[in-house]
């Protein structure tokens, strides 16, 4: 099991950055994959960004590669989404997931959620 807590959203002005944070806690073992997810339309999640535990591997949904940049830092048990010129459509609740095993883009995946952290961005 991994208990994963967001934190970090808020309201910010488009063109400007925000970083969401994930505290992870458990068994936060080496298999270990941690995802940042946003809520789409429906009820689906939308992949924004996915990192391994070990930090070698990290992959970026289309609408976010070079402007958001997934890390860890191991010695808190932390996952950072840095998210620079943001956008409108950046807005969303963004949500920390986690799997045991490689990176993966769809949020059927994962089997560990977050309760999720708001970001809006104004235009």
């Known amino acids: 099991q991994v208990q994963l807590v967001e934190s970090g959203g808020g309201f910010v002005q488009a063109g400007d950055s925000l970083r969401i944070s994930c505290a992870a806690s458990?068994?936060?073992?080496?298999?270990?994959?941690v995802g940042w997810f946003r809520q789409g339309s429906g009820i689906e999640r939308d992949f924004v960004a996915a990192?391994?535990?070990?930090?070698?591997?990290?992959n970026y949904a289309d609408s976010v590669e070079g402007r958001f940049t997934i890390s860890r830092d191991n010695a808190e048990q932390l996952v950072h989404l840095q998210m620079n010129d943001l956008k409108p459509e950046d807005t969303s609740l963004y949500y920390c997931?986690?799997?045991?095993?490689?990176?993966?883009?769809?949020?059927?995946?994962?089997?560990?959620w977050g309760r999720g952290t708001p970001v809006t961005v104004s235009s």
């Open positions: 997931a986690a799997r045991y095993g490689s990176l993966w883009p769809t949020s059927d995946k994962y089997d560990f």
């Open positions: 458990g068994r936060t073992t080496a298999d270990v994959t």
């Open positions: 990192i391994t535990w070990s930090g070698l591997d990290t």
